[in-house]
């Protein structure tokens, strides 16, 4: 009896649960389907099979050159990631392994700085960036991007590195081991997973970032954030070429996330689930 | 060797004195037990001879040699943690071998190092698994393998057997005297268990807030210890004690006496009781008696004892296991 009750709590469940991720996911679905109708399809109302022209596709590639705003995607979200990392590494290591009783307010300034709506910032940021030549430059973006990241960057570290016991770096002192020791055989590889896992999400999120990469770029830092805006332009909606545009944007990274999916989910819910 | 003095040694966390002052000699190939309630200081001296404390004063030395000032790993101890502390992504074999590594041996040294270590431990079959693979008691075997290897002057255990279920701590206990007996180093265990402490130690150190209260062999301290917190700490159940008028013909502010030092009677005896609770475990019987002037009375008597709850019997202590303290809580010898 109860074992009926459970497989039908599961059935349910299941269900339940696909429904929802359809439901989250269906943006994302109709975009793909869209890219691949003309665009009279595309006007034409709610259609969920499209004609499976790839015109659009042709269309987005020689109006608009789609490598080189995918170049700048991969170095403004890898490089802004490595430099993230560069600093909240020691940021989070010193914090986690000598507090003082200050860290806690550090964590909290460092978060109150995301409560902020970017666009009470917009004027000066933007200002600062025209008066030192850094708009339309991959460098200003890659600091812009860091810089918006850093505070969930260090958090995540920080809860990483907290779920180190110090007992296992005691027993390494114990065992002889140097500082150098230490930190190189014992610290870095019980690290290396949660640093994998939050730069995994830094990067995704420098990725998909669009306000300031769309405000501070015209064309040759712009990456495909802006590549995909430029498609909403003043001669009117293309929507098919728009989803076109959509699709090329966010394939890599939702390839990339497939792979990863694993580390992700960890990096996620460390410290919540154990 | 292991020779190690503690001189006048003191720790203070800020404005909290934790350790006020300790001397204390303890031989080479002793098997030494600090023991004491929670708080009392055990682990912090513990962690002040291996180095992972800095003493706020006083001196510590090994064979002589003064390492008051010296890096954990240059005082020549090993110490295995509550948590075990194992590397959870090295293998068995990693683990092990991780000291000798640091000390930079020669691999093929290294390689029979640790298959000798195993094999004394039963681990000769896991040694290619990670700590997460192993159960309990095979960690715990893990983390003292990785002490046997580097062949250190002292052993430091830091309530090892803390993390374990009941049987297997008792296993565990058997195996740890074992091997003292096999190696015959120096070895310092810190426990709460007054247990653990009366069955492993050659010599037992009672701790109470910072400070030593007895030193000496578990039967030393069980029969003639030095004060209440002694007389107390020590022995399961628990002594027995009695003030003021009771105590007034033992020329004594407080006497104490054992429960297996008490002998129950119906028909006559020293003191009128009513039996509470009794707790039968089959080879012993637990009685709680309560006694007029007294308070509850632990008795120990045999397995088939015929005493229900409410019943009225009569308690004498043994008269030469009487243990008799002055106002101080001091012993009257």
């Known amino acids: ?274 | 060797m292991g020779n190690i003095t503690l001189k006048k040694v003191n720790k203070s966390f800020g404005e909290t004195q934790v350790i006020p002052s300790i001397d204390l000699n303890i031989q080479d190939g002793e098997f030494v037990v600090f023991v004491g309630p929670s708080g009392c200081g055990k682990s912090t001296l513990l962690r002040l001879i291996a180095g992972l404390e800095d003493t706020t004063s006083g001196t510590i030395e090994i064979d002589g040699r003064d390492v008051t000032g010296e890096a954990p790993a240059k005082r020549g101890l090993a110490m295995v943690f509550q948590s075990y502390a194992l590397y959870p992504h090295m293998t068995v074999r990693n683990n092990i071998a991780f000291p000798l590594k640091m000390a930079k041996l020669d691999q093929a040294l290294i390689d029979k190092k640790v298959t000798d270590a195993a094999r004394v431990l039963n681990l000769t079959n896991y040694l290619d698994r990670r700590p997460g693979q192993l159960s309990g008691g095979q960690r715990q075997r893990v983390a003292i393998g990785r002490a046997i290897v580097r062949e250190p002057s002292a052993f430091l255990f830091d309530e090892p057997l803390s993390n374990l279920d009941a049987s297997l701590r008792g296993t565990m206990r058997l195996e740890i005297s074992e091997l003292h007996h096999q190696l015959k180093t120096t070895m310092i265990y810190v426990t709460h268990d007054q247990v653990e402490a009366m069955t492993m130690a050659d010599k037992i150190v009672v701790l109470n807030a910072g400070n030593i209260e007895q030193v000496g062999s578990p039967l030393e301290l069980y029969n003639k210890p030095d004060n209440l917190f002694v007389a107390g700490f020590i022995g399961s159940p628990r002594m027995n004690f009695a003030s003021g008028q009771v105590a007034a013909p033992f020329n004594a502010h407080t006497i104490g006496f054992r429960p297996e030092h008490t002998q129950i009677s119906r028909e006559s005896g020293s003191w009128a009781g009513v039996v509470g609770v009794a707790e039968h475990l089959g080879s012993d019987t637990f009685l709680h008696v309560h006694v007029d002037g007294i308070g509850m009375v632990t008795v120990r008597t045999g397995g088939n004892v015929a005493v229900e709850h409410g019943d009225k019997v009569f308690l004498t202590p043994d008269a030469d296991r009487i243990h008799r303290f002055d106002v101080k809580g001091l012993a009257i010898r």
């Open chain 1, 1 to 274: 009896m109860a074992r009926a009750v459970s497989t039908r709590r599961t059935i349910f469940f299941t269900i339940a649960a696909w429904i929802v991720a359809l439901i989250i996911f269906f943006p994302i679905l109709y975009t793909i389907i869209t890219s691949f109708k003309s665009e009279t399809e595309a006007i034409q109302g709610f259609n969920l099979i499209p004609s499976g022209t790839i015109e659009s596709y042709i269309d987005v590639q020689t109006q608009k050159d789609y490598f080189k705003p995918f170049m700048n995607s991969v170095i403004l979200s890898v490089g802004s990631t490595i430099l993230a990392l560069l600093i909240s590494v020691p940021a989070a290591w010193s914090m986690a392994f000598s507090p003082t009783n200050k860290t806690k307010d550090i964590l909290m300034w460092m978060l109150s700085t995301k409560m902020m709506p970017a666009v009470a910032v917009l004027v000066p940021i933007y200002l600062i960036f025209r008066d030192f030549g850094l708009l339309d430059s991959r460098i200003g973006l890659m600091f812009m991007l860091m810089m918006i990241n850093l505070p969930i960057v260090i958090w995540m570290l920080y809860t990483y590195f907290r779920e180190i016991p110090g007992e296992i770096l005691e027993a390494a002192r114990m065992d002889g081991a140097s500082l150098w020791g230490e930190i190189w055989y014992v610290l870095t590889p019980m690290a290396v997973p949660g640093i994998a896992s939050t730069m995994l999400l830094n990067i995704i999120l420098a990725w998909n970032e669009a306000f300031w990469t769309i405000r501070l770029t015209t064309t040759n830092a712009a990456p495909l954030t802006a590549f995909i805006a430029s498609f909403s332009s003043p001669q009117g909606l293309f929507w098919a070429k728009l989803s076109a545009a959509s699709t090329l944007a966010i394939a890599p990274i939702l390839i990339m996330g497939w792979f990863s999916q694993k580390q992700l989910v960890r990096g996620l819910t460390f410290g919540a689930v154990k």
